[in-house]
């Protein structure tokens, strides 16, 4: 079946420490996204890639860095540079068209918590 | 003035009640509006999209545009306790802008 894994779906970081959260999907998308989601706050966009070996920044990138090396992967890692990491993070990808709705298939996602 | 406003709830319903869910938005060159339904410690999964203003019906949901009020609602009828759950939308404008800006979503309860 097609979808998107995350990894891991709970993680525990000391502070001070860089995490990295695994995103893949067999969807053949082209487009790919990472939106953290804390109660209350709704969808935040971190990055977002459109292309291999290109990626933009979202509306709250501080802290966070991301790769796009295949079409397949794009992993977030979160670092020490980011004050309140503790959240719920989704992957997400797309269809990439010149017009369209763009519609979002979502990762289960992956709990980080601060310790 | 917030681009995507939705009422968080939470709100609970009898089982078998008409539940309407809305979200308004304030940039009249959003085009293209979801629906997404979200399982407690799961990612969103798209419930229904459409483009223009009117109702686009499946099955026991029914998504309604306004873009005259710039007003959305999500219409579940029959509801089941299967649809608790939390419930966004999601609003993108045209041409080749990606973007989705999202609702924060309403927490619905239906109890058997």
């Known amino acids: 079946d097609g979808g998107i894994t995350q990894s891991p779906k709970y993680l525990f970081r000391k502070e001070g420490q860089n995490v990295t959260l695994s995103c893949e999907q067999n969807l053949n998308h082209d487009a790919m996204y990472w939106y953290r989601q804390d109660p209350g706050q709704g969808l935040r966009l971190i990055y977002y890639?459109?292309?291999?070996?290109?990626?933009q920044k979202g509306d709250i990138a501080e802290g966070y860095s991301v790769s796009r090396e295949k079409k397949e992967s794009f992993p977030l890692t979160v670092t020490s540079a980011q004050k309140n990491p503790t959240a719920f993070y989704l992957c997400?990808?797309?269809?990439?068209?010149?017009?369209?709705?763009?519609?979002?298939?979502f990762g289960a996602g992956s709990r980080l918590t601060v310790l | 003035q917030k681009e995507v406003e939705q009422d968080p709830g939470p709100l609970s319903v009898p089982e078998g009640a008409i539940v309407s869910l809305n979200c308004t938005y304030s940039?009249?060159?959003?085009?293209?509006f979801m629906w997404y339904r979200q399982y407690s410690r799961k990612g969103p999964e798209l419930l229904m999209y459409t483009y223009s203003s009117g109702n686009k019906e499946d099955g026991r949901f029914t998504a309604q545009v306004d873009k005259s009020s710039k007003y959305i609602s999500l219409f579940i009828r029959d509801s089941q306790p299967s649809d608790s759950a939390t419930y966004l939308c999601?609003?993108?404008?045209?041409?080749?802008?990606?973007?989705?800006?999202f609702g924060k979503g309403t927490l619905l309860t239906v109890n058997p």
């Open positions: 999601a609003i993108k404008g045209g041409g080749s802008n990606y973007k989705l800006t």
């Open positions: 997400a990808s797309s269809i990439i068209g010149a017009t369209g709705a763009n519609v979002l298939t």
């Open positions: 940039n009249s060159a959003f085009q293209y």
């Open positions: 890639s459109q292309i291999v070996n290109d990626f």
